[in-house]
């Protein structure tokens, strides 16, 4: 069974950085796309951003282009998510999840228990 872990969350100043991490536990991180997510109160789950397998191909929601850059350590089974020129806007609980093939367009099917990001004014 796969297990997804974020952490990295926490409270910043607009404009300021933060780095969340997801550590996948078992087998299952080779030959997987990866996604991270986010659900900000009273809003919908959004997609933020996802990295196919093995890694040379990211993906972007236009929101978040050009301030987020998600990357993956293979040999680390970790996906990560920097986060740049944060804006009050990015508040959220951010979550990571697993896709079902090596493209991200194959969806998800595994979800960590997410981590909250808020950025103050």
């Known amino acids: 069974q796969v297990q997804l872990v974020e952490s990295g969350g926490g409270l910043v100043q607009a404009a300021g950085s933060l780095r969340l991490s997801c550590a996948v536990s078992?087998?299952?991180?080779?030959?997987?796309?990866m996604g991270w997510f986010r659900q900000a109160p009273g809003k919908e789950r959004e997609f933020v951003a996802s990295?196919?397998?093995?890694?040379?191909?990211?993906y972007y929601a236009d929101s978040v282009k050009g301030r987020f850059t998600i990357s993956r350590d293979n040999a680390k089974k970790t996906v990560y998510l920097q986060m740049n020129s944060l804006k009050p806007e990015d508040t959220a609980v951010y979550y990571c999840?697993?896709?079902?093939?090596?493209?991200?367009?194959?969806?998800?099917?595994?979800w960590g228990q997410g981590t909250q990001v808020t950025v103050s004014s």
């Open positions: 999840a697993r896709g079902r093939g090596m493209q991200p367009s194959q969806g998800y099917d595994s």
């Open positions: 990295i196919n397998w093995p890694g040379e191909r990211k």
């Open positions: 078992g087998r299952t991180f080779n030959d997987y796309a």
